[in-house]
């Protein structure tokens, strides 16, 4: 190990993914999982697209850039993997700034590294487009209450609520008066 945070990238991932996650942090063998995979996908990255051994990859080359060009191929559908959505890329980006906090916990000269690594933005993602009910699927759920007081009561609570698009919790937080 040389004086400028030569320590191997990969030099913390077995204790990181058996008993740091685990164990300390109480995470399920499924985000246990899901964050060996993230791992085996930057192995990937920088053994196929930067030519970077795993026994060669030191901290000090896991900078921001190395970070957004991971992100970037995994938006790609490079080396025939399909491409992630921006909120699989955000879980990853997720995960890797974990295991480098978990690092310069383990070797404090990794902490400006951990720091650099911290402050890359997540993907941002599209929000889907909501989609409004048909005005005959509407129609349908205000014929359900039966034709009751209890039933007008209920019929006329749906109606409130479709024309002001107010929350269940305000609609019981009103009074006579605020009508």
Not at 45 to 63: Q, W
Not at 84 to 104: E, G, H, V, W
Not at 151 to 179: K, Q
Request: hydrophobic share 40%; with cysteine.
């Amino acid at each position: 190990m040389n004086k400028n945070n030569g320590s191997l990238f990969f030099e913390y991932v077995n204790e990181f993914l058996h008993l740091y996650l685990p164990r300390q942090q109480g995470r399920s063998p499924h985000t246990v999982k899901s964050y060996g995979d993230c791992l085996s996908l930057f192995r990937r990255y920088a053994k196929d697209v930067r030519g970077i051994s795993i026994f060669k990859l030191n901290f000090t080359e896991v900078n921001r850039d190395f970070i957004l060009g991971f992100l970037e191929w995994l938006s790609s559908d490079s080396g025939g993997v399909r491409a992630d959505s921006p909120s699989t890329r955000n879980q990853r980006l997720a995960c890797i700034k974990s295991y480098m906090r978990f690092s310069a916990d383990k070797n404090v000269s990794l902490s400006s590294l951990a720091l650099q690594v911290r402050r890359v933005p997540p993907c941002k993602a599209q929000k889907p487009a909501i989609q409004a009910m048909s005005e005959k699927a509407i129609a349908a759920i205000l014929r359900q209450p039966p034709n009751t007081r209890m039933g007008l009561r209920d019929r006329t609570f749906m109606i409130l609520l479709y024309d002001s698009g107010a929350r269940v919790s305000e609609i019981i937080n009103l009074n006579v008066g605020d009508l």
